[in-house]
């Protein structure tokens, strides 16, 4: 049996070298290969406009609002596993996204799952399927003195001002190691004409992060970094907030027996408030990092716990097991 996914750009981002690292194909490939390790009667594939099926499948399951196709498969789910950029309210995501095109859903919050059953009266099948950690890379590694940071952050600037200004930008009084994309050195020359637009602490957080980012880090060794790096920081995105959404990066840095100090997602805070350390940004921010420089001891017993909680029941083999026990019983057999 053949099952597919699909991006609705192409894939291969891993592999450029200016392109960034798309964090929806990271985390397919991995769920790919671990339906792949378990499931031996079970063909998993990522496909994308550049990488189409070849034959026809049994079922196809898109990561972003593509229009489902037939003639690529006879079942189409949709799985809803990205915030939004913007501030959207739970029942528009439904509204605009849950279309009758698709045979079932997927979600990555509880609380849209919850809210589409509430909202539609013939619901489709669904599941929830919270984010799972592949452990086979991120695991702990040896401390790599190049990555041995007093805090690190790994992203793009894409969480807003007021987002990155509370959780990111009071690192900048510590050695920080900030990679991804925030090279924005054109607004050097222009922080008068863009001040107007973007305000003074987007000016400020551009130009110091344009300044001290070390740009896109080798996938490979980002669990290095995140068993390196004293404190790992966690930005949310605000609608992941709002869905109560515990990201990805949370388990990876876990998983990798790496500190975490993060913004407050409530589940997180409810399941995992022994696992790492909440802030809630600012000045709280600048005083936990000093804080747990200073306490080693502390640092290490909580990250220890966050391990083991990952190790528990948060691998990416745990959700492969969810999902392909979801196809089964409703659309493949």
């Given amino acids: 049996m053949n099952i597919g996914f ?39 594939e990522l496909y994308a406009p550049n990488y189409l099926p070849k034959q026809k499948l049994a079922a ?3 990561l972003h609002d593509t229009p489902p196709s037939r003639d690529m498969a006879d079942r189409s789910i949709l799985y809803i596993q990205n915030g939004e950029r913007f501030s959207i309210e739970a029942q528009d995501v439904i509204r605009n996204r849950c279309k009758k095109e698709y045979d079932g859903y997927v979600f990555f919050s509880k609380k849209l799952f919850d ?57 900048v009084d510590f050695d920080f190691g900030l ?27 551009k130009l110091a992060f344009s300044r001290i980012s070390r740009g896109k880090i080798p996938q490979e060794d980002v669990p290095v970094l995140y068993s390196s790096s004293k404190i790992n920081l966690n ?13 990805l990066r949370t388990f990876e840095v876990l998983a990798c027996r790496g500190f975490l100090i993060t913004d407050i997602v409530p589940s997180a805070r409810q399941t995992m408030s022994d696992c790492m350390v909440f802030t809630t940004g600012g000045r709280d921010l600048t005083e936990k990092i ?40 409703y659309f493949v057999s």
Wanted: charged content about 25%; overall charge positive.
């Fill in 235 to 247: 930005c949310t995105q605000q609608t992941c907030m709002d869905w109560d959404v515990i990201t």
């Fill in 290 to 329: 000093r804080y747990y420089l200073d306490h080693e001891d502390e640092r290490l017993a909580i990250a220890q716990r966050g391990y083991e909680y990952v190790q528990k029941g948060a691998t990416i083999d745990v959700r492969a097991r969810e999902l392909v026990a979801f196809l089964k019983a």
């Fill in 6 to 44: 699909y991006v609705g750009y192409n894939k291969f981002s891993l592999d450029s070298k200016f392109r960034q690292v798309l964090g929806d194909e990271l985390l397919m490939e991995s769920l790919c290969r671990a339906i792949n390790r378990q499931f031996p009667d079970i063909q998993a």
């Fill in 115 to 171: 809210v589409y059953h509430g909202l539609v009266e013939k619901a489709a099948p669904s599941l929830y399927l919270p984010f799972g950690v592949d452990t086979t890379l991120f695991h702990p590694r040896s401390v790599d003195e190049k990555y041995r940071f007093e805090c690190s952050y790994v992203g793009n600037d894409i969480k807003g001002t007021a987002a990155t200004w509370k959780y990111l930008y009071p690192a």
């Fill in 60 to 62: 196809m399951i898109y």
């Fill in 179 to 205: 990679f991804g994309t925030w090279n924005l050195l054109f607004l050097r020359n222009n922080a008068y004409r863009f001040g107007s637009q973007l305000g003074w602490r987007a000016i400020r957080y």
